[in-house]
């Protein structure tokens, strides 16, 4: 499976961003997509995750300000940032899970300054 992350990039404080996320190859039945992020010396941590059949989970962090939804083809997420704060810089990376097996996208920026 091959994800390929795109959005992303350089927001004020209280702005909005989103990022989406393709998956390609080879997909069977359920599966979950999310993502994560990580900062310099700290270990990736999840930010949203979504089912195929759409129950999605969020860090507390993200609760309220983030929505994490999938496309029509269900190989596609986004993840729709509001409210952003300085502490959601970081390097955000798509995930996807699915027969015990996880993939990721390579990471893209998002950072957060005045």
């Known amino acids: 499976v091959q994800l390929q992350a795109s959005g992303g990039g350089l927001v004020q404080p209280g702005g909005s961003l989103s990022l989406s996320c393709v998956a390609s190859?080879?997909?069977?039945?359920?599966?979950?997509m999310g993502w994560y992020r990580q900062t310099p010396g700290n270990q990736r941590e999840m930010v949203a995750t979504i089912v195929s059949n759409g129950a999605a989970n969020y860090a507390p962090s993200a609760m309220g300000r983030f929505a994490i939804s999938r496309g029509r083809g269900k190989n596609t997420v986004y993840l729709q940032m509001n409210s952003l704060t300085l502490e959601d810089t970081a390097v955000y990376y798509c995930n996807f899970q699915q027969r015990g097996n996880s993939y990721w996208g390579q990471g893209t920026q998002v950072t957060v300054s005045s």
């Open positions: 190859g080879s997909i069977f039945g359920a599966n979950v």
